[in-house]
Nanobody
Framework: QVLLVESGGGVVQAGDSLRLSCAAS????????MGWFRQAPGKEREFVSG????????YYADSVKGRFTISRDNAKNTVYLQMNSLKPEDTAVYYC????????????????????WGQGTQVTVSS
């Protein structure tokens, strides 16, 4: 089991930016894809963004495309989510997750693809 710890959430105004970080405990981090999901009150958890194990490919939900950027630093076992031009509808608890398998060639986007999850960090965007 991989321990994931998110940080960087907070309360901001619409149009502001935040950068979320997710630190992983496993030495296998560099071999596994990572993902960010979010869950708004009363809604199901949804995929936000994913990045392959080598950082070469990334994928975004349509709702965040062009505003959010995912990246990773394998030397630090950390994945990031830069969120710009935040909107009130981005308000949610954000979770990072690590892929169940190593060296996946495609982007993992389904919750079932991920084996370990962080505790979540709250992002609140006021209008």
């Amino acid at each position: 089991q991989v321990l994931l710890v998110e940080s960087g959430g907070g309360v901001v105004q619409a149009g502001d930016s935040l950068r979320l970080s997710c630190a992983a405990s496993a030495s296998t981090f560099s071999r596994q894809a990572m993902g960010w999901f979010r869950q708004a009150p009363g809604k199901e958890r949804e995929f936000v963004s994913g990045i392959t194990w080598d950082g070469r490919n990334s994928y975004y939900a349509d709702s965040v495309k062009g505003r959010f950027t995912i990246s990773r630093d394998n030397a630090k076992n950390t994945v990031y989510l830069q969120m710009n031009s935040l909107k009130p509808e981005d308000t949610a608890v954000y979770y990072c997750a690590v892929d169940r398998v190593s060296y996946r060639r495609t982007i993992a986007t389904s919750e079932g693809d991920f084996g370990s999850w962080g505790q979540g960090t709250q992002v609140t965007v006021s209008s």
